[in-house]
């Protein structure tokens, strides 16, 4: 695989089960190279596969995908030319024919859902900022930006104002609006249809009169009408969130809770059950321990169907509302993702270490491919499965990661290797399609991912060992991680390197100030000066609760600073990246890194990439940053062309 090769891939994703359980409507996105940008469109494939058919075409692309539940219609969100401006709502006839637009709101339109009797929609939608010009007036000049939230920055949204995101009830027939419930200072979202139509359930944080100073949501339940007033049916005093999912008799509602009872970002979501009358909610006793996806209800409401993220596999499980006993119904190592069931049948995005996501039939403990997207593209390269490695870490904590060789790995050689780090910390390195992994193994590197502390997969505990001591445990991690690919005789340990994204970045930075064992770094979207960052980014909630603010304790960002502070120590030549509007972890982070850098003498480069933000999103600057990649690890690592294997070059052009 070779960077060329992005442009190729197929992003499948958005699996919808039409009520009579016949079709399958999903998204397919691909990259328009002339206009360096990705386009989602529209398909559907029939139950027995046999059928593939292509919905939608254009430059603006369509999204969103939900079947009217009488079977006729297939709603779609999209921002085409049309009546009124922005995402709207539009519909195609089952039966074929030309997509109309539906909706025609002034506002952002966040998400939408039918009615059961496909009468009326569920509408999400937020103020803009600015009003939309006048046909034919000119622009307006832009207006100082006024800010008075405590959370008051969000990538991609920027800076926020107090419009928040409210419930409509949208009339098909008459196209009116009518407003779900009167309370104006708090989010209303993950809204769901009772299937009887009567009620309609949303997650809401309306802790206090700032909700942004916690992260204390709940589940809510309001009659389906105008006006209605909203009953709290959820108590724990953290998360208690989405997706929901409702009972086929109307009288419960799946949610997922939280473990800790304040702000944490290694919070794990387990799967819990509220009444819609009331009464105690109860976490399952079965996902007690363990985190899990979007729920989905059995026909017969007996249990639910969800994906549990398990020790590098992320696979669907059947979980019952009584008993411990989880059944794993995906037994393959892959990941699954995007669930969705409908008239007696469940579809799934799955993928493996060398299959990229398709939409797969789930049939009992059967997987059956549906789509076929990315088929003759996989078909022409020559891709490398990661196989399972366990280590020790310095302190004997037992750390496990992906270790992927070089293609045409020669068995009694010794290969190169990143140490290429996921960021979060909250996710893991799994069994699936990484185009990050194959491109670094075409390239002739091995790969090793690393599931260290923080990381999901292992259970709670895990990942809130690092709580308020970052760089710490998982640098040990990461380490001895490292020992133990070298232990296995397939590493050169002469020519290793390090590097990663977003927190991955970070512990890039807190790496290469630990040792000075790697030849060459790649920090992005990273921070290593805590100090400098209170205020700056978008995770305020997390520097007050998890580390207090710098006047109430100012050791822990001082001590989570090492690598800024002591940067004279850093020998490790590193190139830092990081998109200009990244409100996550933004610019300055990198910067000052690199400024650091540059001052002790150490090599450093800086590539800023415009208009990007926290994930990137044109084409051509993700294609770039591959390249950038290569050329500094090539360069400090010895990696002259001659020396790669010469089936790192095949690629879907042969």
């Known amino acids: 695989m070779v960077p060329d090769d992005l442009a190729k891939l197929v992003n499948v994703g958005g699996p919808q089960v039409s ?40 430059p603006e692309g369509a999204g969103s995908p939900r079947w009217s539940p ?22 195609l006839d089952r039966r074929g024919g030309e997509a109309n637009q539906l909706t025609e709101v002034k506002e952002d339109l966040t998400d939408y859902r039918w009615s059961p009797d496909s009468k009326q929609l569920l509408l999400t939608l937020k103020a803009k900022e600015e009003p939309e010009p006048e046909k034919g007036a000119k622009p307006a000049p832009p207006k100082p930006i006024v800010i008075d939230r405590y959370h008051f920055k969000q990538d991609i949204q920027g800076y926020l104002s107090d419009k928040r995101d409210h419930l409509f009830l949208f009339d098909i027939a008459t196209k009116k609006l009518t407003r779900l419930t009167n309370e104006d200072k708090y989010d209303e979202r993950q809204a769901e249809w009772s299937p009887d139509g009567k009620w309609i359930a949303f997650v809401s944080n309306q802790e206090g009169p700032d909700p942004d100073r916690s992260n204390n949501s709940d589940v809510f339940v309001a009659e389906a009408k105008g006006g209605a007033a909203a009953k709290k049916l959820t108590s724990f005093t953290g998360v208690d969130g989405g997706p929901l999912a409702w009972s086929p008799d109307s009288m419960t509602i799946a949610y997922r809770q939280g473990i800790s009872p304040r702000y944490s970002i290694y919070d794990m979501q387990r799967l819990a059950v509220a009444r819609a009358t009331g009464g105690a909610p109860e976490v399952l006793a079965a996902t007690a321990d363990v985190g899990t996806g979007t729920p989905v209800f059995s026909a017969d409401g007996k249990s639910l169907l969800t994906t549990i993220g398990q020790d590098r596999v992320d696979y669907v499980a059947e979980v019952p509302l009584k008993g411990k006993s989880v059944t794993r119904l995906t037994a393959e190592s892959g990941t699954a993702v995007m669930l969705s069931a409908a008239g007696g049948h469940v579809a799934v995005v799955w993928t493996t270490d060398v299959v990229a996501p398709e939409i797969y039939a789930l049939e009992g403990k059967a997987l059956r491919k549906l789509t076929s997207h990315n088929d003759a593209l996989m078909a022409q390269l020559n891709l490398v499965a990661a196989e399972d490695l366990s280590a020790k870490a310095s302190d004997g904590s037992e750390v496990h990661s992906l270790l992927t060789m ?15 780090i996921h960021g979060g910390p909250t996710s893991q390195d799994s069994h699936r399609f990484a ?25 709670h505990d895990y ?18 991680a490292v020992d133990g690919a070298v232990a296995t005789g397939k590493i050169d340990a002469d020519r290793i390197g390090v590097g990663g994204w977003s927190y991955g970045g970070i ?23 805590l100090l400098g960052m209170y205020g700056v980014d978008q995770y305020i909630l997390q520097y007050d609760n998890e580390l207090q603010p710098p006047w109430k304790d100012v050791e822990p960002y001082l001590k989570m600073s090492y690598p800024f502070l002591h940067a004279d120590k850093i020998k490790t030549p590193t ?5 200009e509007k990244d409100f996550n972890v933004t610019l300055v982070g990198g910067e000052q890194m690199y400024q650091a850098l540059k001052s002790v003498g150490t090599p450093a480069e800086l590539v800023v990439y415009p208009g990007q933000f926290h994930g990137f999103t044109r084409p051509s600057f993700i294609k770039d940053r591959y390249q950038r990649w290569f050329a500094w690890y090539d360069q400090y690592l010895g990696m002259p062309p001659a020396a790669k294997p010469a089936a790192a070059v095949k690629s879907s052009t042969d």
């Not at 709603?75 to 709207?88: E, P, Y």
């Not at 060992?465 to 970052?470: E, P, T, Y």
């Open 19 to 58: 009520q009579d359980g016949k079709w399958v409507a999903y998204t397919a996105s691909t990259v328009d190279v002339g206009e360096d940008k990705n386009v989602s469109e529209l398909w559907m494939v029939s139950w027995d596969g046999t059928q593939d058919v292509h919905l939608t075409y254009g």
């Open 70 to 91: 009488d079977g006729r219609w297939l709603a779609f969100t999209s921002s085409r030319l049309g009546k009124a401006k922005g995402s709207q709502v539009w519909l």
């Open 406 to 420: 070089p293609v045409g790995y020669t068995a009694g050689t010794k290969a190169p290797m990143l140490l290429w």
């Open 435 to 459: 185009p990050d992994r194959q491109l670094l193994a075409a390239h002739g590197f091995a790969v090793l991912q690393v599931n260290y502390r923080g990381s999901t997969g292992r259970g």
């Open 463 to 480: 990942s809130y060992a690092i709580n308020a001591d970052w760089g710490d445990k998982e640098v040990k991690d990461l380490l001895g």
């Open 507 to 529: 512990l890039t930075d807190y790496t290469i100030a630990s040792t000075t064992r790697f030849k060459a770094a790649s920090s992005g979207a990273g921070t290593a000066n």
């Open 575 to 579: 190139l830092f990246m990081g998109g």
